[in-house]
């Protein structure tokens, strides 16, 4: 259970991350 909900949250991060990237990048241009 517990290394599910590592999992997960590792996954959340990841996804925001990616946002946060594809945001700055938009920015940019």
Known sequence: MMMMMMMMMMM????MMM???MNFKLTEL
């Open 12 to 15: 959340r991060m990841m996804m």
């Open 19 to 21: 946002m946060m990237m």
